[in-house]
């Protein structure tokens, strides 16, 4: 796309080459004076020993003059007389022409170049530059001899004109939309453009064979040329004028009405008064009425039609910034022809022989420009922005401040009374309705103005908006100007926004337009508004002022809902926080409470077993036993509540020593060798290293980490089983442990919860006991207070493995 838009800057570089070129030409061509005329009866004559048959043929042969030039005239009566030439256009022509031409070129530059792949957009660059190029060409010159480019000012002239024709039908037919009348006439543009070719080989025959040999008999074919060119270009202008004119009636568009009644505002005036004033004229073989000055000025229309509908209703979608840079274009094109005017007049008045007499004058002109610009450029910029956007500019402005003052809202019902209170200062509605909706779906009202329900229910007028919001439709898409606004027939300037889905309970209560509010997709909201105060209809402006309000209360009500969550959550955690502590305190005061009672009741059965008061018999020291077996499980399980207490206190103090670690696991195994022995499970000291194995911990508490693992091993394993103990050094002179069973393993999913608080995996098949799930949470705390750090996995050969680290002890 890029490559094909720099052919057409391409283009439009050779068009600007063709028309200074031709301008220079324009501007220097010769005509005989407007008092000059030679009786009828003195035809033919002879000019310059050329033989001329009449008038025409003999302002066509002035053409090769330059102006001063003295033509020397034979009657054929013999007469001789001589004529000085004149300029054939005044200055004030040509500058009309210069300007015309140069802001056409820019036009075709800035706006129709990098559309001219899409669509209509190619009309418009082909109109725009043969129009320039056609204006500041001229008319057709007599060059003397064909040799050389002499003549090719005129090939191009009467080719340019030739073809406009045929593209401004075409265009016609296309802009904005595609007519019917191409697809039920579909021979007429080829017919054109047939006609076209055929007029242009004609028109160049004719012109070609009397600058080769000017005689009478060549010179007759000039004026029929001519006028059947004429009467073409008559014809197909008013047929594209009312092609565009009917079409124009058919579009739904507001902004393309808008824009194509500019188009026929600039081609009426700038056209017309050419077809009717000059061509048809010369059609009939009478003097034209309209001076060429003026024709050039009113040609002057077609440029700022095309300007101001490119500024003012986005002509073919142009943002913003190029609508501006078409203004900025347009200035520095008018301040150039102010400022080199004067500079030439200042030069030739100082009549010196040196080039720098003109030249410095044009040179201080260039720079005052230069200084003069950018101010103006500033001032022109504020002015369009009043004049041409005034609207628009008024909603920017308080769009800003309203944007400004969501900063801080805290609430939905807020942002619905804050949205409320703009909407009624900026459009003055008779009513109005905001309703916000927030997570849980609870709705926020605010209303402007006598709003009563169409069937005089008795509603409240949170019931009444919970009403009118359910009756919307549900979540209307954008059409393709991003419109999300549903309106009343015949309520705006807009038909593409008014539908009949528009409910009709809401229009019996008065509201005449609405726009939707969405949040991650669902509907949260709805704005409803009645006629204006002005009784003047919603305009596109409104429409789009209301739209950005809507995307601005979104963005709001976004951040809310943010807010919202991060504050429901944070409260959570906090009330999470709070019942941790409140059950943390309960657990330590039942251990405390529990603490007093255990001691007594394992007192109490060593006493019995001991035969403090008699003998007991087998049954009745085995049921004595289980007792004391279990009370001290549960004085074990005592014990981790006041550890876990004291842990989240932070009143666990280590007193760390240095100690072999193969001697605790010896103690660890004995200390455990009852509890296996009754769940018929071997442990085993698989792997010792060579060396002893010393690390900097506090004994009391690595011993209670290694009985926790054993403990928690023997839950889980089968009877008949073993449970590996090995130790290990490691390179970063650290030294692993690990405890290993044969059971059933961790599920994936439990792996890494193993070590938290309260956290207590899937229950084992081979026992009985439960605990609180502080085991593994104590082994974890004991070891990272000690430097070291504790992972568990499940065993390639089964079973689970868990393996502890712990830094060593530098060397005595």
Not at 667 to 678: D, H, N, R, T, V
Not at 773 to 778: D, E, P
Request: contains cysteine; charged residues 20%; hydrophobic residues 45%.
């Amino acid at each position: 796309m890029f490559g094909i838009q720099r052919k057409y800057i391409l283009f439009c570089l050779i068009g600007l080459a063709i028309c200074l070129w031709g301008f220079r030409g324009q501007v220097q061509l010769a005509a005989l004076p407007e008092d000059f005329e030679i009786e009828s009866e003195a035809w033919p004559i002879r000019v310059d020993g050329i033989d001329v048959a009449d008038s025409d043929q003999m302002r066509f042969l002035a053409e090769g003059y330059a102006p001063g030039d003295l033509l020397l005239i034979t009657t054929s009566s013999g007469e001789i007389a001589e004529v000085a030439l004149e300029r054939a256009y005044s200055p004030l022509h040509s500058v009309a022409t210069f300007v015309c031409g140069i802001l056409t070129w820019v036009l075709c530059l800035i706006v129709f170049a990098p559309r001219a792949p899409i669509g209509v957009g190619r009309d418009f660059f082909w109109c725009g530059l043969l129009f320039c190029i056609v204006i500041m060409v001229g008319g057709v010159y007599f060059p003397r001899s064909v040799s050389g480019f002499n003549s090719l000012p005129g090939l191009i002239h009467l080719t340019g004109l030739a073809a406009l024709g045929p593209l401004f039908v075409h265009l016609s037919m296309n802009f904005p939309r595609r007519s019917s009348i191409q697809d039920r006439f579909r021979w007429l543009m080829p017919l054109l453009f047939l006609i076209a070719v055929a007029l242009v080989i004609w028109r160049a025959a004719v012109y070609l064979s009397y600058i080769n040999d000017p005689n009478p008999g060549h010179g007759r074919w000039l004026m029929p040329a001519l006028r059947t060119s004429d009467g073409l270009i008559v014809i197909q202008v008013l047929l594209a004028l009312q092609i565009m004119f009917l079409e124009r009636r058919n579009l739904e568009l507001t902004r393309e009405r808008k824009q194509i009644k500019w188009l026929l505002w600039g081609m009426s005036i700038g056209v017309l008064p050419y077809v009717i004033l000059r061509a048809m004229p010369r059609l009939f073989g009478l003097t034209p009425v309209l001076p060429a000055a003026i024709e050039r000025f009113l040609e002057l229309a077609i440029p700022f039609s095309f300007a101001f509908a490119v500024v003012r209703y986005r002509f073919l979608d142009i943002d913003i910034i190029i609508r501006r840079s078409v203004i900025y274009a347009i200035l520095a094109a008018g301040m150039a022809v102010i400022c080199l005017i004067p500079g030439i007049l200042i030069g030739r008045r100082l009549h010196g022989d040196s080039p720098l007499t003109i030249l410095l004058p044009l040179l201080a002109t260039g720079v005052l420009a230069g200084v003069l610009f950018m101010p103006l450029k500033q001032m022109i910029g504020r002015s369009v922005d009043r004049l041409l956007f005034k609207i628009k500019s008024d909603y920017d402005q308080a769009l800003k401040r309203f944007k400004g003052d969501l900063q801080q809202i805290p609430s939905q019902q807020e942002l619905a009374d804050r949205l409320a209170s703009f909407l009624e200062s900026a459009l003055g509605p008779k009513m109005l309705v905001v309703i916000v909706r927030d997570r849980s779906g609870t709705g926020f009202f605010k209303s402007v103005g006598q709003i009563e329900p169409a069937d005089r229910s008795n509603l409240s007028p949170v019931e009444q908006a919970e009403a009118w919001s359910d009756q919307w439709p549900v979540s209307p898409a954008p059409d393709e100007d991003g419109f999300r606004t549903i309106a009343k027939l015949e309520s705006s300037s807009l038909p593409e926004i008014e539908a009949d889905r528009f409910p009709e309970p809401l229009a019996q209560a008065g509201f005449v337009l609405g726009e939707p509010l969405f949040h991650d997709g669902d509907r949260a909201g709805l704005i409803l508004l009645g006629p204006r105060q002005t009784e003047r209809r919603y305009i596109e402006t409104d429409i789009s002022m209301i739209r950005e309000c809507a995307a601005l209360a979104e963005s709001v009500l976004r951040r809310l809902n943010l807010v919202q969550v991060a504050a429901e959550e944070i409260q959570a955690r906090r009330r999470l926080d709070e019942l941790n502590r409140l059950k943390s305190e309960f657990l330590s005061q039942v251990a405390h409470d529990l603490r007093t009672p255990l001691t007594s009741i394992a007192w109490s059965v060593d006493n019995l077993l001991d035969g403090v008061v008699g003998e007991f018999n087998d049954s009745q020291a085995e049921y004595l036993r289980s007792v004391k077996t279990s009370a001290s499980h549960l004085n074990k399980l005592v014990g981790n509540l006041l550890e876990i207490s004291r842990l989240e206190q932070g009143r666990v103090k280590m007193n760390l020593s240095r100690q072999e670690i193969a001697a605790l696991f010896s103690e660890a195994i004995l200390a455990m060798k009852g509890i296996a022995a009754e769940k018929q499970v071997e442990i085993r000291l698989t792997e010792v290293p060579e060396q002893a194995a010393y690390v900097m911990v506090d004994q009391e508490r690595l011993f209670e980490v290694i009985v926790n693992l054993f403990d928690n091993a023997i839950k889980y394993s089968p009877p008949g089983s073993a449970v590996d103990l090995s130790i290990s050094l490691q390179a970063e002179r650290s030294w692993l442990f690990s405890v290993r069973d044969r059971g059933p393993g961790f599920a994936p999913e439990e792996v890494n919860n193993l070590f938290g608080r309260f956290s207590q995996g899937t229950p084992s098949p081979f026992s009985q006991r439960h605990g609180f799930g502080l085991g593994l949470y104590i082994v974890k705390s004991y070891l990272e207070l000690m430097n070291g750090d504790v992972r568990a996995e499940n065993h390639p050969e089964g079973g689970a493995v868990v393996i502890c680290r712990l830094p060593a002890a530098e060397e005595i």
